[in-house]
């Protein structure tokens, strides 16, 4: 896929998810073969009062590249001065958030509600762009709701102001996440534009994603919700689009020896206390993969100190690489 100057290998790209894309997650997403990762949605206006949490969280290491910074906003000069702090960082890309719904969001005027005011969206992807020699891709929902499906006209506008790549969430902002992702928009908005166009929503498995890119004709998708506590998704996804065959699923052990790494990679990130609560907001999504995974999310939940999270999970590795079961074992939900 090419993404304004970016060629990738791989047409799958880590969809940005607040409280899960951080810097460990990204990492052991691309290492698993995701061609793009992002932040997080970061605020423009907290950027300009000069946050220090949100200058953080627009850090990456190298080994991300090529690494995005998302960030959003209604005003077109805070937007611009984003644009100008997040270039000084040397990212690979921007991406514009229209996608967000949540009501602080919306009520700011951003995200999803700057997409029923069209001029001041115009003015501020001007902004944007004019602010950075970095492509700007910009990620949006297919409409408010049904009565007003902006991604088409949106997006001819992002081609017009020389935006490199759209993502289209096929939900509208009034379902949130409700219902299923309408991909005949993304369809929709492939017959449009020439520039790239990705598509977004309820892709759980591999076969799911080579029949949403072969009916939608998207150049790339992104993958949400069905990376979490599994980053193997990509390598098995890139397997299965590359030879149509779906690897075995990743056995328990390799499983919780990267949870044990993802865990260590989320303390040394952001110290103990927050690197275990950020890091068990996956645990359940791990555990879902996992014999006797159940009891070891339940416990894992109870902890806080790191070192006996690590501890639990060495001793349910080592049962599996010994085919032994830990407490009743067998179970997979
Ligand atoms: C917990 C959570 C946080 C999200 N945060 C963001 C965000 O910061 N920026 C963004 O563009 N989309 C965000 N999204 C939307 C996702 O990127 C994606 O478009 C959506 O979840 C649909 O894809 P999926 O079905 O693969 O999860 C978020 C979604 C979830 C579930």
């Keep these: 896929m090419q993404y304004g100057p970016i060629a990738t290998e791989s047409p799958l ?9 951080d810097q460990p997650f990204r990492l052991l997403c691309r290492e698993q073969g995701a061609a793009l990762v992002c932040t997080e949605l970061l605020s423009s206006t907290a950027m300009w009062f000069g946050s220090e949490r949100t200058g953080e969280m627009m850090d990456f290491t190298e080994e991300e590249r090529p690494v995005g910074v998302q ?30 719904s949540v009501p602080k969001v919306v009520k700011s005027g ?14 501020v992807f001007q902004a944007v762009v004019s602010s950075t020699h970095l492509p700007v891709s910009a990620k949006m929902r297919k409409g408010w709701d049904e009565d007003d499906v902006s991604a088409p006209w949106i997006s001819e506008m992002c081609q017009e102001l020389g935006l490199c790549a759209v993502t289209i969430h096929g939900r509208t902002a009034r379902e ?16 449009l ?19 949403r890119m072969e009916e939608s004709g998207c150049d790339g998708v992104m993958i949400g919700r069905a990376a979490m506590g599994d980053p193997w998704f990509f390598a098995r996804t890139n397997h299965f689009l590359q030879t149509g065959e779906d690897p075995p699923p990743t056995p328990p052990s390799a499983r919780l020896s990267l949870m044990r790494r993802h865990l260590r990679m989320s303390v040394e990130h952001r110290g103990e206390h927050v690197g275990v609560v950020t890091f068990r907001s996956q645990v359940a999504a791990y555990c879902r993969r996992i014999p006797g995974g159940r009891r070891l999310r339940d416990a894992v939940m109870r902890m806080d100190r790191w070192q006996d999270i690590d501890a639990m999970l060495y001793d349910y590795e080592q049962a599996s690489i010994e085919g ?5 074992g067998g179970e997979v939900e």
Excluded at 193 to 211: A, N
Aim: glycine share 8%; aromatic share 6%; charged share 25%.
């Design 71 to 100: 960030i959003f906003g209604a005003d077109p000069v805070q937007m611009a001065f984003a644009a100008r702090k997040v270039t000084e960082r040397g990212p690979d890309y921007i991406d514009i958030n229209l996608g967000c």
């Design 13 to 21: 790209v880590l969809s940005p998810m607040a409280g899960y894309t």
């Design 110 to 123: 951003a995200c999803s509600a700057l997409t029923k005011d069209p001029e001041r969206l115009r003015a």
């Design 193 to 211: 534009v020439t520039i790239p166009v990705l598509g977004s929503g309820d892709l759980r498995t591999p076969d799911d994603v080579k029949r």
């Design 176 to 191: 949130g996440f409700t219902g299923t992702a309408d991909w005949d928009i993304v369809r929709h908005v492939k017959s």
């Design 324 to 328: 032994s079961e830990i407490e009743e």
